[in-house]
């Protein structure tokens, strides 16, 4: 038993963590460290949030699958969830990034998009949190929570 859960499915649980835990670095560091470089955008303001944010959102990623159906686990999808809208506003500068090629300054701006983005993942947010308390009301909390021993 480990965390209180039967060695096999804690395996699995730790399989799905990993696999979700690459996905989310390669998504949260390197896709955003390509789009710079194509776009010959300057890495240097975003890179002190590029770095702990991918680390960051990868640990509410594990935390999130290792404890999945436990408030520990919804706290962290929950984190992930608003961790993530704000990565997206940190990175992309909140809609305004400026591109200096060839003497020029461009600026492009796509406040708009980021809001609807940052405004799904607050819904999304919502509707976890929402749920938890549903299955929280509609069932004993022993079948929610599962035992943590440490």
């Not at 935390?63 to 990565?87: D, K």
Request: glycine share 6%; charged share 10%.
């Amino acid at each position: 038993m480990v965390f209180g859960l039967p060695t096999q499915e804690f395996a699995k649980r730790l399989i799905s963590a990993v696999f979700w835990a690459i996905l989310t670095f390669l998504m949260a560091y390197y896709l955003p460290v390509f789009i710079f470089a194509t776009l010959n955008l300057p890495i240097d303001e975003a890179a002190f949030v590029i770095v702990p944010g991918a680390i960051a959102l990868t640990a509410l990623g594990i935390l999130r699958e290792i404890f999945r159906n436990h408030p520990l686990g919804l706290s962290a999808g929950v984190a992930l969830i608003l961790g993530s809208a704000l990565y997206l506003l940190r990175i992309t500068n909140n809609g305004y990034m400026t591109v200096r090629a060839m003497g020029l300054n461009l600026t492009f701006e796509f406040p708009i998009i980021v809001q609807i983005f940052v405004t799904s993942s607050m819904l999304a947010a919502i509707s976890v949190i929402w749920s938890a308390i549903h299955s929280v009301g509609a069932e004993p909390m022993e079948k929610m929570e599962e035992e943590i021993k440490i």
